[in-house]
């Protein structure tokens, strides 16, 4: 086992490392300035607002890093979609299905007591598939909801008015429950989890021991063996 552990593989590579520092960046300014907007009434949102030096500055801010979120949104979208045309496995590693139902349901029932051994994952597990595809689903609402806002006038030429007002309300709560879901769900499991433990580096190295994979992903290090891209005894064949 102690060999396993100073042995590591390729998880991330360096373009989905850049991204993902990309959206911590830009989503992280987007709350810092975008939820003292909604609650200006309150101290903490007038303390963020002056600190950025008011609301008219605040929101040139939020928009500059909107763009980013975006661009990275868009560059994500791009990739999949070569990956889908010349990869279409790797591609299609994120797309749920019925054993991802069983596995959410396997977990619980061993989280209980109840089974005996926990669901054997690939290399994405279904709490992982359930946050990505909310990031997706967030990305596109808050796309759509903050273009209408950013151009009410350009936007009720061709759409009913009442999309305005709406995708304001959209667009804040749906920024909360953003907020919210990554200060839970993805910090217990980035960095609280069994593991893990103060901080998952994976995503920043784009390295994964051997000894992880082989309990967090053993379905994958299985498939990996079988492809001829890890040796049995652990030694990575691929960069």
């Excluded at 609650?39 to 903490?44: Q, R």
């Excluded at 596995?103 to 597990?125: H, Q």
């Excluded at 903050?146 to 061709?158: N, S």
């Amino acid at each position: 086992m102690k060999g396993d552990k100073q042995k590591a593989v390729t998880r991330f590579a360096l373009s989905q490392r850049i991204e993902h520092v990309l959206l911590i960046v830009s989503f992280s300014m987007l709350c810092l300035t975008g939820l003292p907007q909604k609650f200006a009434y309150t101290g903490w949102g007038q303390g963020l607002l002056i600190f950025f030096g008011g609301i008219d500055t605040a929101r040139v801010i939020h928009h500059i890093f909107a763009a980013m979120f975006l661009f990275e949104g868009v560059y994500h979208a791009g990739v999949i979609a070569f990956e889908l045309a010349f990869a279409r496995r790797k591609s299609l590693g994120m797309v749920p299905g019925l054993k991802d139902v069983k596995d959410g349901l396997a977990s619980v029932a061993y989280l209980a007591g109840i089974k005996a051994e926990a669901p054997r994952y690939d290399r994405f597990d279904f709490k992982q598939k359930i946050e990505y595809w909310a990031m997706i689903w967030g990305t596109f609402t808050m796309g759509i909801t903050g273009t209408i806002l950013l151009f009410p006038e350009v936007t009720t030429r061709v759409l009913p008015g009442i999309l305005v007002p709406v995708s304001k309300v959209v667009h804040g709560y749906e920024a909360i429950l953003a907020f919210l879901a990554i200060i839970t769900w993805h910090f217990y499991n980035a960095h609280l989890a069994a593991g893990v433990f103060p901080l998952d580096t994976s995503i920043f190295t784009g390295r994964i021991s051997l000894e992880r994979m082989k309990e967090e992903h053993p379905l994958e290090y299985e498939r990996l063996v079988r492809e001829g891209k890890i040796a049995p005894n652990g030694a990575a064949k691929h960069s």
